[in-house]
């Protein structure tokens, strides 16, 4: 509470120099800032801005760098100060519905398996799970193929090849999981009925007999 998403974009743009690698969000396609940080019901790219964190919201930091050519593109969503438990509890089943779709990476298992993993948790919890926005394969571009839905079925999508590398980043709502574009800004998204949203993202290596997770998310709190 009390510090500003400016304040946060900064902090990344700083850390991302330090690490001799350029912030990927920055000028993509136009957006104006280093990360994105969506807030309670901003469901993914939100602008860092003015805002003032309040005790009680859930934000989503997304985090994008380039090194040496090649993209690793993570997110995690905090709570700040004192958080309500509905909302703590989407947050903690949203970061496990990542580590379901990332259980399901396996050479020649299919892509849909991690959207049905991913969609028949989080539809019991009574969640919505979000449809327009995906996993994405990534390397020498932000976004490469293939896309990633978070929903899906057993046994349908592409096959799932050892040295793929491609992101997975469940965008799991309290309600609906229809999303509305900021018309102003065409980057917020934003739930329809402006209910809460939270977001988890890994980049992934298939490895020969599994997965590696190449962003580690612990690796994140070094810096603090
Ligand atoms: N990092 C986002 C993703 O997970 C993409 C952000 S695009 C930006 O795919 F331009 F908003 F940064
Ligand atoms: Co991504
Ligand atoms: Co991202």
Same mark, same amino acid.
């Given at each position: 509470?009390?510090?500003? !998403?400016?304040?946060?974009?900064?902090?990344?743009?700083?850390?991302?120099?330090?690490?001799?690698? =350029?912030?990927?969000?920055?000028? #993509?396609?136009?957006?104006?800032?280093?990360?994105?940080?969506?807030?309670?019901?901003?469901?993914?790219?939100?602008?860092?801005?003015?805002?003032?964190?309040?005790?009680?919201?859930?934000?989503?930091?997304?985090?994008?760098?380039?090194?040496?050519? #090649?993209?690793?593109?993570?997110?995690?969503?905090?709570?700040?100060?004192?958080?309500? +438990?509905?909302?703590?509890?989407?947050?903690?089943?949203?970061?496990?519905?990542?580590?379901?779709?990332?259980?399901?990476? *396996? +050479?020649?298992?299919?892509?849909?398996?991690?959207?049905?993993?991913?969609?028949?948790?989080?539809? *019991?919890?009574?969640?919505?799970?979000?449809?327009?926005?995906?996993?994405?394969?990534?390397?020498?571009?932000?976004? =490469?193929?293939?896309?990633? +839905?978070?929903?899906?079925?057993?046994?349908?999508?592409?096959?799932?090849? =050892?040295?793929?590398?491609?992101?997975? =980043?469940?965008?799991?709502?309290?309600?609906?999981?229809?999303?509305?574009?900021?018309?102003?800004?065409?980057?917020?998204?934003?739930? *329809?009925?402006? *209910?809460?949203?939270?977001?988890?993202?890994?980049?992934?290596?298939?490895?020969?007999?599994?997965?590696?997770? !190449?962003?580690?998310?612990?690796?994140?709190?070094?810096?603090?």
């Amino acid at each position: 509470p009390g510090v500003s !998403l400016e304040d946060i974009d900064e902090k990344c743009l700083d850390l991302t120099l330090d690490a001799r690698a =350029e912030p990927a969000p920055l000028n #993509y396609r136009g957006f104006p800032r280093s990360v994105c940080t969506s807030v309670n019901e901003v469901v993914c790219h939100g602008i860092p801005d003015q805002y003032v964190l309040q005790d009680g919201d859930i934000i989503n930091i997304d985090v994008t760098c380039r090194l040496n050519g #090649y993209y690793g593109d993570t997110s995690y969503t905090f709570l700040c100060g004192e958080v309500d +438990p509905d909302s703590k509890k989407l947050v903690s089943d949203c970061k496990e519905a990542l580590y379901l779709g990332i259980n399901e990476v *396996k +050479p020649t298992a299919f892509i849909g398996n991690i959207g049905y993993a991913i969609q028949t948790f989080a539809e *019991k919890l009574g969640y919505g799970v979000v449809r327009e926005y995906t996993g994405h394969g990534t390397g020498v571009e932000f976004h =490469e193929y293939p896309s990633i +839905p978070h929903i899906g079925q057993k046994n349908k999508g592409l096959e799932i090849l =050892e040295n793929m590398i491609f992101t997975i =980043e469940p965008m799991l709502n309290m309600g609906t999981h229809e999303t509305c574009l900021d018309p102003f800004d065409t980057w917020t998204v934003r739930t *329809k009925d402006l *209910k809460r949203s939270a977001q988890f993202e890994h980049t992934l290596l298939v490895t020969k007999n599994g997965v590696e997770v !190449l962003t580690d998310h612990d690796l994140l709190w070094h810096n603090k």
